[in-house]
């Protein structure tokens, strides 16, 4: 499986290895231990929730709402580091190269993960599962392992450039937090552009008003 990032909108086999590759990464970075009653040889760790896995799939195909939401985190708690690393977006123009669009739905940006899923899951990276957790409640986890740490670790080092999306998921990670797929989305929403996007029609970039926030931040901040 190879991944090349890149901006993108047409599918075929290449993108379909490239959307699992990006999914094998939040999955893997963003999961927790495993209780131990629930952890094997084969998996130790969980990600929990589809939707939780969509939003933050969304921030890596727009890096540019990334570095919005990024310069949020900045002007709420004072991390220098969310300014360098908006900032780091547009210097390797990423708005431009990275961003693989998406089609606002009446729940906002979603893709099936499906075609994703089966991939990993065919090649032992990934088990997806639908777990009781309640009378009428039913929650989507993905459990991951050794294998899947592996398989990231070997591809990076085969291909460093890959190494971008473990930086993006991270930097995504930074504002998700422990967060539920329904939070992050209301955080999606909080974008004119996003909210105002109709239906059926593909969420627009807004690399220019984030670059020109960007600047007013950094023209404004103490030497």
């Known amino acids: ?33 495993l209780p131990p009653d629930r952890t094997t040889d084969e998996h130790d760790m969980v990600f929990i929730g589809e939707k939780r896995a969509q939003a933050i799939d969304f921030w890596m195909r727009y890096p540019d709402y990334l570095a919005d939401d990024l310069l949020d985190l900045y002007e709420e708690s004072g991390d220098e580091t969310a300014v360098a690393a908006a900032r780091r977006i547009f210097e390797d123009d990423e708005p431009e190269v990275r961003t693989v669009r998406m089609i606002r739905w009446r729940r906002g ?36 392992g050794p294998k899947a740490r592996g398989f990231l670790d070997e591809a990076v080092a085969d291909q460093p450039v890959l190494a971008w999306y473990e930086r993006q998921v991270d930097l995504a990670l930074k504002i998700a937090t422990t967060r539920s797929g329904s939070a992050l989305k209301d955080i999606h929403y909080e974008h004119p552009e996003y909210t105002s996007t109709p239906h059926g029609t593909v969420i627009p970039s807004i690399r220019q008003r984030v670059l020109a926030r960007l600047r007013t931040i950094e023209i404004g901040r103490p030497e």
């Not at 993108?8 to 231990?33: E, T």
């Open 1 to 33: 499986m190879s991944g090349e990032p890149g901006a993108h909108d047409s599918g075929g086999r290449g993108s379909a290895f490239r959307d699992a590759l990006r999914l094998l990464f939040i999955l893997v970075r963003g999961s927790v231990p």
């Open 109 to 144: 940006a979603y893709e099936d993960l499906q075609d994703s899923l089966a991939i990993l899951h065919y090649r032992g990276l990934v088990a997806p599962m639908r777990r009781e957790i309640g009378p009428d409640a039913i929650r989507y986890e993905f459990l991951v």
